[in-house]
């Protein structure tokens, strides 16, 4: 997106009659990348520039004219922002892009003063997509770290006090940029009092690498590996206990915005569908014991397990929600621990089923969405007794019925191409290992008997070529048929 340069002094002094916190979210409607809806109230027009767990700001625009008609959804260009002193008006202008046609629409909205407003909420209640537990701990800070950057006092005590340690775990992301090598002093500090030294040592390595370097990201990813194993869990824990108490002060979003008859039916709904599966707890957390017969295949962290008969299973769900205008959104977390018998007795929820245990930890999520108004998808939605019964299934590693397997078909991947990725990596690597191994004991197992002179004969005389191919398809194979079985479970 191009966004036409505007002088700060000139800025300031062009809109110096609106207050310091519209003129951020002024310029905060600058950045955007996709043009937003504009609301009519009245006269003047409510835009939201800023919609993040944390927070949601609502720029209003008084006595606006032409206003931009049909075009939210579409990429933003040049956007600009100027005063029309003959007018005594302000103007924002630019053009809109539809990918799709590569129609252009011009536009230059005219408004007489802004006024912003900042809602605040629990940033901890709301859905966040993950692929471990801290692809959501980055999500909650990245939203209060925004939310530390607006105009005014925004953060209560106990988030100033977590607010190095909340930008430094924002900091552990692909997409930075930048010259300067960061400080990790807060992360070095929590890892080094839970005695991870090998994240204290991945930490010191990132400080000495620029985040434009290609070797930043992989060396993060190396880090999260660690971090996301089930020893280290009460790291994340500890982390996540203080921003939850942090974010107590605050209303929860979904509760401030959604119409609560529409809100409290989807939650009852779910309670009933949760009791009949035979589930305890109160919307949104929900629990089970039992036990695990049979064998099944699970998958977790990109490994398949052969899991079963488990006599101390823990079975946990917990929602989270999302709202906006059109669709009231439901994420099933869903968590399964397998315990020791000397782990029994101990409390298990659903964040301790996040980590990397080997199999005896499983997480899974599942979406439902409920429509608010009718749109053209709406036939392509799953319904909730169908969401309840996936979660459920997954919780407990039982299979899924065709039609379930069909709904869940957007998350998985092909199964040929998943068999072919697995056969070609995993039997690739293992037979090339296998070969090599032999050839070395042959080589060794000649040598031993001194016979030295006749190890080239023993080379050329063995089928290597027929050794590596059959360790290859046999492994290979193997696995990749475990893979496409574990991912229709």
Request: proline content about 3%.
């Amino acid at each position: 997106m191009e966004t036409v340069a505007m002088d700060e002094k000139r800025f300031e002094a062009d809109f110096s009659a609106v207050s310091k916190e519209a003129r951020s979210a002024l310029r905060a409607l600058l950045d955007l990348a996709i043009l937003p809806e504009f609301e009519r109230d009245g006269s003047d027009v409510r835009v939201v520039v800023d919609d993040m767990p944390a927070f949601r700001r609502v720029l209003t625009l008084k006595n606006a004219d032409a206003v931009p008609k049909d075009l939210e959804g579409l990429y933003c260009d040049s956007l600009g922002l100027i005063l029309k002193k003959e007018e005594g008006r302000y103007c924002f202008y630019g053009m809109a892009c539809d990918p799709e046609d590569g129609r252009e629409s011009l536009f230059a909205m005219t408004f007489d003063g802004a006024e912003a407003e900042v809602e605040v909420y629990n940033a901890c209640h709301y859905m966040t997509f993950m692929e471990d537990p801290w692809d959501r701990l980055q999500a909650i800070c990245f939203s209060v770290g925004a939310k530390a950057e607006l105009p005014g006092a925004r953060l209560n005590e106990s988030e100033r006090e977590l607010l190095p340690l909340i930008r430094e775990i924002v900091k552990l992301e692909y997409w930075l940029e930048g010259q300067e090598c960061l400080s990790f002093n807060e992360m070095k500090k929590a890892v080094r009092r839970r005695g991870i030294g090998k994240a204290e040592a991945l930490l010191c390595r990132l400080e000495q690498i620029k985040p434009s370097d290609k070797r930043f990201y992989p060396t993060v990813k190396r880090l999260t590996t660690v971090l996301c194993e089930q020893k280290n869990a009460p790291l994340w824990q500890e982390i996540y206990k203080k921003l939850e108490a942090s974010q107590a002060f605050y209303p929860d979003r979904v509760d401030s915005l959604c119409d609560p008859l529409v809100l409290s039916s989807l939650r009852q709904d779910i309670q009933r569908l949760m009791e009949s599966y035979g589930y305890e707890g109160t919307y949104p957390d929900f629990h089970k014991d039992g036990a695990l017969r049979g064998i099944h295949l699970a998958q977790s962290y990109g490994m398949t397990y052969f899991v079963g008969n488990e006599k101390h299973a823990r079975y946990r769900i917990r929602c989270y929600e999302s709202y906006d205008e059109e669709t009231l959104s439901v994420q099933l977390l869903c968590g399964t621990a397998f315990l020791k018998k000397s782990e029994a007795n101990g409390a298990v929820d659903l964040h301790d089923c996040l980590f990397n245990a080997k199999g005896h930890r499983l997480f899974h999520a599942f979406y439902y969405h409920r429509p608010l108004c009718e749109t053209e998808d709406d036939a392509e939605l799953v319904d909730l007794e169908t969401a309840v019964g996936i979660a459920v299934k997954r919780t407990e590693c039982q299979g899924l019925t065709k039609e379930e397997r069909r709904a869940t078909a957007g998350t998985r991947h092909s199964s040929l191409a998943l068999f072919f990725l697995v056969f070609l990596i995993m039997g690739g690597l293992f037979g090339v290992m296998m070969t090599f191994c032999m050839m070395l004991i042959c080589v060794l197992a000649t040598a031993a008997f001194g016979l030295f002179a006749s190890i080239p004969e023993m080379l050329q005389a063995i089928p290597w070529w027929w050794i590596l191919a059959i360790a290859w398809g046999g492994f290979g194979g193997a696995m990749g048929v475990l893979e496409v079985l574990a991912q229709r479970k």
